[in-house]
T-cell receptor, first 112, second 115 residues
Framework: DAKTTQPNSMESNEEEPVHLPCNHS???????IHWYRQLPSQGPEYVIH???SNVNNRMASLAIAEDRKSSTLILHRATLRDAAVYYC?????????????FGSGTQLTVLP | DAGVIQSPRHEVTEMGQEVTLRCKPI?????LFWYRQTMMRGLELLIY????????DSGMPEDRFSAKMPNASFSTLKIQPSEPRDSAVYFC?????????????FGAGSRLTVL
């Protein structure tokens, strides 16, 4: 199973960029790297995902290392509403239940 | 689209009672996932279905837990009998295909408290 490792917590100042790292050294070639975030008292919501190439969407950017053993979620300008737990997961089609389980994520605090 | 709909949002019950949690996935999504979130164990997958068929239930904690998906628009997670350690937030998620290339959309969750 492609286990992921993230820092427990990070802090950022409002309107500054945030780089959230994730290690997935056991990732396989067919694992997609997904990022979700969970705001207080809400269900997780999708942020971004990718396989090999860097990805951009309206919420964030995903930078994937060339060897795919790590990735970084980039929030270009953090706002107070971005304070949440961010989860990085390596999803494989037909993965096992254990492989589809989220880790503990990174608690992002945004300071005004 | 109304998103993934879960009910009830909150349930308080006594130990030994049967609990049924319900989920309506997004129309057209053919994969459905049941997750449980606790402080101790984080967000763990209990079971997932593809085209209404259970694919992997190895995350189901014990025989007291069962899940069904009788059709593409409805799933239930049942706990019988319930115990205090089952207290958690239970999330349902759906996906247009199997996880990987496809992303998951989560419901708002059902918060269960077993006294």
């Amino acid at each position: 199973d492609a286990k992921t490792t993230q820092p427990n917590s990070m802090e950022s100042n409002e309107e500054e960029p945030v780089h959230l790292p994730c290690n997935h050294s056991t990732i396989s070639g067919t694992d997609y790297i997904h990022w979700y975030r969970q705001l207080p008292s809400q269900g997780p919501e999708y942020v971004i995902h990718g396989l090999t190439s860097n990805v951009n969407n309206r919420m964030a950017s995903l930078a994937i290392a060339e060897d795919r053993k790590s990735s970084t979620l980039i929030l270009h300008r953090a706002t107070l509403r971005d304070a949440a737990v961010y989860y990085c997961i390596a999803f494989r089609t037909s993965g096992s239940a254990r492989q589809l389980t989220f880790g503990s994520g990174t608690q992002l605090t945004v300071l005004p | 689209d109304a998103g993934v709909i879960q009910s009830p949002r909150h349930e308080v019950t006594e130990m030994g009672q049967e609990v049924t949690l319900r989920c309506k996935p997004i129309s057209g999504h053919n994969s459905l996932f049941w997750y449980r979130q606790t402080m101790m164990r984080g967000l763990e997958l209990l079971i997932y279905f593809n085209n209404n068929v259970p694919i992997d239930d190895s995350g189901m904690p014990e025989d007291r837990f069962s899940a069904k998906m009788p059709n593409a628009s409805f799933s239930t997670l049942k706990i019988q009998p319930s115990e205090p350690r089952d207290s958690a937030v239970y999330f349902c998620a759906s996906s247009p295909g199997q996880a990987g290339a496809n992303v998951l959309t989560f419901g708002a969750g059902s918060r269960l408290t077993v006294l």
